[in-house]
């Protein structure tokens, strides 16, 4: 109970959190988190397989998407950057969708939240101030919410629920962004009618390992970034998602500026700038890996030094760090890719310290 208010406290995912968390470093909490996203991710595979709630929700869901109009799929944060995979795999598959950021959906687009089928939120805590309102301004149109907070004002508004069953989370967004993204492809598989149950293995296998192999390069990696004044993440399709949640990573943890974009957006502008100050983080994963390679290439010819992330074998220069994960199917290179900002953050923090503190309680949530 807050002694001041008198109401009680509002634990992160509605779970007050263990003794011994209180007394760790905000850098202890980091790592502890990072390193439970597989198991987190197992619990969710294994959930979305075979528990009859979320079944139910799932075939529902798969029933709306075969009316008409685009499934939209929206967030802030962290959370947008898992709406995209979801969006991005049913446009592979042929099912019109569209991501988008909750605010501008709520301030712009109200006109048109009519014309899209459903509309798929994801919300870590359920109580952000735009995704509630969001709920409770729906136009009718199906809505569903995935949270990791069951007993969240989203949740308690939505007819259609899905858990991210990430546990509680008390630094960046790491076992919830790599929940909800599993969840938003495991959604949008359902919903285009394509089986997901024979690579599961497979994938949390290769994020498990590639987990361990770069984190275990977490000094390598600062090494290479150390002095850059600019860190700039690349990534297309899902793994844009995976950049964008990346520069949130180093931003928030370790207070050092990075940005994000699309493999195009960065040719067609920011490659203009590279010099020797310039770290480009480049995803070289799935159908466009070819394009990131070459992205690469002009970096360095630029000057500047890339950490190549790819699934293929290439020779280190002094300018090109090369980052191997394991070849998973698309979209599931939304997970891998993180992992090397969230290695790069790790060592940056340890050795600096973190600028975030750990939150255990929501605070207030403002538009």
């Known amino acids: 109970m807050d002694e001041v208010s008198g109401t009680p406290p509002n634990w992160i995912a509605g779970v007050k959190p263990a003794s011994e968390l209180l007394g760790m470093s905000m ?12 198991d987190r991710l197992r619990d969710l595979f294994q959930a979305y397989g075979k528990d009859s709630a979320i079944a139910k929700t799932l075939a529902t869901l798969k029933e709306i998407a075969r009316s008409s109009g685009p499934i939209l799929f929206s967030g802030m944060g962290a959370s947008y950057c898992s709406s995209i995979a979801g969006s991005v795999w049913m446009q592979s598959c042929g ?9 501008e959906w709520l301030h712009y687009a109200p006109p048109v939240w009519s014309q899209v089928a459903a509309s798929i939120l994801t919300t870590a805590s359920g109580e952000s101030a735009e995704l509630v309102r969001l709920c409770r301004e729906n136009s009718g149109k199906p809505l569903a919410v995935l949270s990791n907070n069951d007993g969240s004002s989203c949740w308690s508004l939505a007819r259609l629920r ?94 050092n500026r990075a940005a994000a974009h699309s493999g195009a957006g960065f040719r067609h502008g920011p490659l203009l700038d590279v010099d020797a100050s310039h770290v480009a983080i480049i995803f070289a994963l799935g159908r466009t890996a070819e394009l990131g390679l070459r992205l690469a290439e002009d970096c360095n010819e630029r000057g500047g030094k890339v950490i190549l992330v790819s699934a293929e ?8 760090l090369p980052v191997g994960v394991g070849l998973v199917p698309e979209p ?19 050795l600096y310290g973190a600028k975030l503190k750990p939150r255990f309680q929501y605070g207030r949530m403002e538009e």
């Open 27 to 38: 850098t202890a909490i980091f790592e502890r988190e990072c390193r439970e996203q597989p």
């Open 95 to 103: 099912r019109s969708s569209f991501y988008a950021d909750t605010g």
């Open 162 to 255: 899905l858990p991210i069953l990430a546990g509680p989370e008390y630094g960046n967004a790491t076992k919830t962004y790599t929940n909800a993204t599993a969840a938003t492809i495991l959604l949008a598989s359902h919903m285009v009618e394509r089986e997901w149950q024979t690579h599961s293995a497979s994938i949390q296998a290769s994020y498990r390992e590639t987990l361990d192999s770069v984190f275990d390069r977490r000094s390598e990696l600062e090494e290479f970034c150390r002095g850059a004044r600019n860190i700039e993440l690349v990534g297309r399709g899902a793994a844009y998602g995976a950049a964008i949640m990346g520069s949130l990573c180093i931003r928030e943890m370790a207070g």
């Open 313 to 320: 074998h290439r020779e280190r220069s002094d300018k090109l």
């Open 332 to 350: 599931w290179e939304a997970l891998s890719g993180v992992l090397v900002a969230q290695a790069l953050t790790l060592r940056t923090i340890e």
